[in-house]
């Protein structure tokens, strides 16, 4: 929900039903305080998904594409060639994963980072690369390749974990970057 229509949510509850409906409402309060607060993207939570899909790469957050870029990725023919790797799992672990992805993907998620996500897809556009979304390419734009690809302690943009610090708790702010072999970015 944006937030404009929070505030004329908000003007309708006190206009409709006076302000005593704002404070019996506790359950939308903490709502509208939590939205304040989901400034990342919503942290992996789930011990089989992070056990399963770390062993190459950071465990990325399910809230960084939407139901169908995760529909096309896991499934059981697109793992056996996952960017040129095997990445089978077992029927069982398969469906779980699938599972955890698609409840918590960008496309349901309140999480900032998730709605520019899907604010930056056409309805019709899943890539299954988080470093192809439109929002993404943006926001890495001025990163010359020499410390992106050319850079060992690096190799591609696919490795987040490695500038930004705190990408495990869903934090991705530019104050948290700190290039290997480069140093902190300032722009
Ligand atoms: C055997 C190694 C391996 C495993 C296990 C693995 N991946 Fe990957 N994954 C890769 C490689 C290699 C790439 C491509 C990285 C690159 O281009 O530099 C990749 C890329 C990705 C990307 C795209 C990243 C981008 O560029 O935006 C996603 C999303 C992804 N993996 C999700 C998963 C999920 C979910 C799982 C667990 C089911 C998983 N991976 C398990 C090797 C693996
Ligand atoms: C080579 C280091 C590097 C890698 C790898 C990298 N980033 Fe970044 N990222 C940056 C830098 C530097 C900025 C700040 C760019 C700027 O402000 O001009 C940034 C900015 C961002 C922002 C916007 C932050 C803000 O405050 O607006 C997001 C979101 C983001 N990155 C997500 C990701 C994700 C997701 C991945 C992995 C798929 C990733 N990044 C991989 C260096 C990296």
Same mark, same amino acid.
Request: proline share 4%.
């Given at each position: /929900?944006?937030?404009?229509?929070?505030?004329?949510?908000? /003007? /309708?509850?006190?206009? @409709?039903?006076?302000?005593?409906?704002? +404070?019996a409402d506790e359950?939308?309060?903490?709502? @509208? =305080?939590?939205?304040? #607060?989901?400034?990342?993207?919503?942290?992996?939570?789930?011990?089989?998904?992070?056990?399963?899909?770390?062993?190459? +790469? =950071? !465990?990325?957050?399910?809230?960084?594409?939407?139901?169908?870029?995760?529909?096309?990725? &896991? *499934?059981?023919?697109? @793992?056996?060639?996952?960017?040129?790797?095997?990445?089978? @799992?077992?029927?069982?672990?398969?469906q779980h994963i &699938?599972?955890?992805?698609?409840?918590?993907?960008?496309?349901?998620?309140?999480?900032? #980072?998730?709605?520019?996500?899907? *604010?930056?897809?056409?309805?019709?556009?899943?890539?299954?690369?988080?470093?192809?979304? !439109?929002?993404?390419?943006?926001?890495?734009?001025?990163? !010359?390749?020499?410390? &992106?690809?050319?850079?060992?302690?690096?190799?591609?943009?696919?490795?987040?974990?490695?500038?930004?610090?705190?990408?495990?708790?869903? &934090?991705?702010?530019?104050?948290?970057?700190?290039?290997?072999?480069?140093?902190?970015?300032?722009?």
């Amino acid at each position: /929900m944006k937030k404009n229509s929070v505030v004329f949510m908000l /003007m /309708m509850s006190v206009t @409709l039903g006076g302000v005593s409906v704002l +404070h019996a409402d506790e359950g939308f309060a903490s709502w @509208l =305080f939590s939205v304040e #607060r989901k400034k990342g993207v919503e942290p992996v939570t789930d011990a089989i998904y992070n056990e399963e899909c770390s062993a190459c +790469h =950071f !465990p990325y957050q399910p809230g960084w594409l939407p139901e169908a870029s995760w529909q096309k990725l &896991i *499934a059981a023919s697109a @793992l056996e060639d996952h960017f040129g790797e095997s990445a089978e @799992l077992d029927e069982q672990t398969q469906q779980h994963i &699938i599972n955890f992805l698609t409840a918590n993907s960008a496309d349901k998620s309140y999480y900032k #980072r998730s709605k520019k996500i899907m *604010a930056s897809l056409n309805k019709d556009q899943a890539p299954i690369r988080i470093t192809k979304v !439109p929002y993404i390419i943006k926001k890495h734009d001025e990163i !010359p390749e020499k410390l &992106i690809s050319k850079n060992e302690k690096v190799k591609s943009l696919s490795y987040c974990e490695k500038c930004h610090k705190k990408a495990e708790k869903g &934090i991705f702010d530019d104050d948290s970057v700190f290039i290997p072999g480069h140093g902190y970015w300032s722009d």
